[in-house]
């Protein structure tokens, strides 16, 4: 009972395919579902999951170590175990291409969601 309270409590919990809305979208409320939409398929979840821990790994190090000329590694190593999860698995182009803010939301959202208990994986 509890599972599906909470999945009701989230956008699109079963990932479900939504149609992209030709006019755009007016808030990252409205793209939220349709971000999740193009993570259907359960690897690239799991790779964005695995690139969203390691930007904050890295990030923290970064801070850690006084490092911050290296940020550029944390940036392209997220993008790019998500994109070989869109590329490769999903079979799609990533959202970042047509929403680029939306899109960088989503992540972070759909990993926080993760993170904490709220959304299945």
Same mark, same amino acid.
């Given at each position: 009972?509890?599972?599906?309270?909470?999945?009701?409590?989230?956008?699109?919990?079963?990932?479900?395919?939504?149609?992209?809305? %030709?006019?755009?979208?007016?808030?990252?409320?409205?793209?939220?579902?349709?971000?999740?939409?193009?993570?259907?398929? %359960?690897?690239? $979840?799991?790779?964005?999951?695995?690139? %969203?821990?390691?930007?904050?790994?890295?990030?923290?190090?970064? &801070?850690? %170590? $006084?490092?911050?000329?290296?940020?550029?590694?944390?940036?392209?190593?997220?993008?790019?175990?998500?994109?070989?999860?869109?590329?490769?698995?999903?079979?799609? $182009?990533?959202?970042?291409?047509?929403?680029?803010?939306?899109?960088?939301?989503?992540?972070?959202?759909?990993?926080?969601?993760? &993170?904490?208990?709220? $959304?299945?994986?």
């Amino acid at each position: 009972m509890a599972v599906q309270k909470l999945n009701k409590e989230i956008a699109n919990h079963n990932y479900s395919k939504r149609a992209y809305k %030709t006019e755009g979208y007016k808030s990252f409320e409205d793209f939220y579902p349709y971000y999740l939409s193009e993570h259907c398929n %359960t690897i690239n $979840r799991r790779l964005h999951l695995l690139a %969203t821990s390691n930007v904050v790994g890295i990030l923290a190090y970064l &801070v850690a %170590t $006084r490092q911050p000329k290296f940020w550029w590694i944390a940036l392209i190593q997220g993008y790019g175990f998500a994109w070989i999860g869109h590329f490769i698995f999903e079979k799609n $182009r990533p959202a970042t291409f047509k929403h680029p803010i939306y899109s960088f939301m989503g992540d972070w959202k759909m990993w926080y969601e993760v &993170v904490s208990g709220k $959304r299945k994986f």
